[in-house]
């Protein structure tokens, strides 16, 4: 992809608090008109990243570009970003078309010209009934499309969104998750999304960056980050995770068998790029919703076990089973979906499949 492709290129950057490390040698791309999340945990340098985006902050090292333009003699106020902050950041003395009209007065854009384009965002966020209250009037879903507008009206070609819907209710979270994803859609801008809801991010976001301890682990779709984490750190941060370690006992066409504590497992290694040696280490991650179980053995199967359940948790839709297989706990969801589920209890004995194609190779050592 040339470079008028690319909203934002980062290469090596690096940034020290002290002896602190808050980014190291991260680098990525991101391409225009892009729905782009960081997804990690608190302390993992999302935040720092964004704000070297942003120019509200420096690196230490390593080269930013925007737009194809080298960043960094760029001040904050003439890069072409916005950012959107959990806190809002509304100005309270000003009503809701005032606080949208903030940043184009301030550009000295003509009055006319800067009502015709506050009274189009207000319409495209759906705000156009708020002009005239104060934020202490309006809730908190209703803030939160007031600091979109205020940012989106100046016509950035990024949008910078910090965790833009923590502070809201679940049920208006995923609300303003759709919302914001048909909204981007529609104007084409560039999004880069911070957040450490996983949920959120899988939802929204066309690439997510998965974040741990200042640099990146992953960068993928959200399908293959789920379907095909390379770490244990990205498939236990994106969702509930059967992790399985073992020794390689034999490998052939595609297929290799690794001694684990629940006894010998198969599974297809043929889509990683792990090398695998017989004797060697290796990690298996297997989702809950892959792992079946049932009352009677199953026949003609490779990589079936008896375990007891000891947990069951009920949730609607699906119910989650957690059984011991020997020394292992695992984790299974099965969907309620009438006959063909066999709804089992507490002490009950039950026998899991490990498909061998479920199993994911992670390339941890």
């Known amino acids: 992809m040339d470079l008028a492709s690319w909203a934002i290129e980062a290469e090596g950057l690096e940034r020290r608090y002290g002896t602190v490390e808050a980014l190291r040698q991260v680098s990525f791309s991101i391409r225009k008109g892009e729905f782009f999340s960081l997804l990690g945990p608190s302390g993992c340098g999302k935040t720092t990243l964004l704000r070297l ?74 705000i156009e009934d708020l002009g005239d209250r ?15 507008a205020r940012a989106i009206v100046n016509e950035p070609q990024v949008l910078l969104l910090d965790e833009p819907l923590g502070a809201l209710d679940l049920k208006l979270r995923r609300q303003l998750q759709d919302e914001l994803q048909g909204l981007q859609r529609r104007l084409g801008i560039t999004f880069i999304h911070v957040t450490h809801d996983q949920e959120e991010a899988l939802v929204m976001s066309d690439r997510i960056a998965v974040m741990n301890a200042g640099r990146i682990e ?11 984490p390379r770490t244990r750190f990205v498939a236990q941060f994106l969702g509930t995770c059967n992790l399985i370690s073992g020794r390689v006992q034999g490998i052939g066409n595609g297929v290799a068998t690794v001694g684990t504590e629940l006894g010998a497992l198969t599974f297809i290694h043929l889509h990683n790029s792990k090398t695998l040696s017989i004797g060697g280490t290796v990690h298996l991650a297997l989702r809950p919703e892959k792992l079946h179980i049932s009352r009677e053995k199953p026949s003609g199967c490779g990589n079936v076990f008896s375990g007891v359940i000891q ?23 099965l969907m309620n979906n009438g006959a063909a589920h066999q709804f089992l209890h507490e002490g009950d004995r039950a026998y899991c499949i490990l498909a061998e194609e479920s199993l994911v190779l992670l390339e941890d050592e």
């Open 311 to 333: 947990q069951v948790i009920y949730g609607g839709a699906s119910t989650q089973y957690q059984l011991d297989v020997g020394a292992i706990r695992l984790h299974a969801t």
């Open 218 to 228: 992953q960068l993928d779709t959200g399908r293959q980050l789920y379907d095909q």
């Open 134 to 148: 104060y934020p202490a009037q309006i809730s908190g879903g209703q803030k939160q499309r007031v600091a979109l």
């Open 53 to 126: 985006i942003a120019g509200l902050d420096l690196p230490d090292a390593g080269r930013l570009r925007i737009d194809g333009k080298d960043a960094g003699g760029i001040p904050a106020h003439k890069r072409p970003v916005n950012t959107v902050f959990q806190s809002y950041a509304l100005f309270p003395h000003l009503n809701i078309r005032q606080n949208i009209a903030f940043g184009l007065k301030m550009k000295g854009v003509p009055s006319a010209e800067t009502r015709s384009r506050v009274d189009r965002i207000m319409e495209v966020v759906a």
